[in-house]
């Protein structure tokens, strides 16, 4: 009976792990590559990550604008780095100005409290147009 006990015990204790269903994921820093670019997440001002809203798989990424283009669903929970790069914000809350030195130079990061800037869907219209206008640059 004890036996019993024990291996239902053992089966159990990795279900409670800190495999959470929701919120952000520390990434491998310095080790984890970027899903979209494969350039290593280091710069934790500009990290990003998605968690699929249908597979709860996390993806991590060097610059919000990778995630965009990676393709983020509507209900996917999007998270990326306050500016000084120590906690994980919600994407879809916070506004983004433009300018930043990014990792892969799309230049936005999460706007300092307090100021103007783009929601994630306003940032994510322009990224693309600038993808695409330069990809047509790019292949007349």
């Not at 604008?65 to 990326?80: P, R």
């Not at 994980?88 to 409290?113: C, I, N, Q």
Request: overall charge negative; some cysteine.
């Amino acid at each position: 009976m004890i036996r019993i006990a024990l291996l239902a015990a053992l089966w159990v204790l990795p279900s409670c792990g800190d495999e959470s269903t929701t919120g952000p994921v520390e990434p491998a820093w310095d080790r984890d590559a970027c899903e979209h670019c494969r350039m290593v997440v280091s710069d934790r001002r500009f990290a990003a990550q998605v968690r699929s809203a249908t597979t709860g798989k996390v993806l991590h990424f060097d610059d919000p604008g990778c995630a965009i283009l990676a393709g983020v669903g509507d209900q996917d929970e999007v998270w990326v780095r306050d500016p000084s790069g120590s906690e994980w914000l919600d994407g879809r809350k916070v506004r983004f100005s433009s300018g930043h030195k990014t990792p892969m130079s799309y230049g936005f990061g999460v706007a300092a409290e307090g100021t103007d800037g783009l929601d994630w869907a306003a940032m994510t219209t322009e990224i693309q147009e600038r993808e695409s206008a330069r990809r047509e640059h790019a292949h007349p």
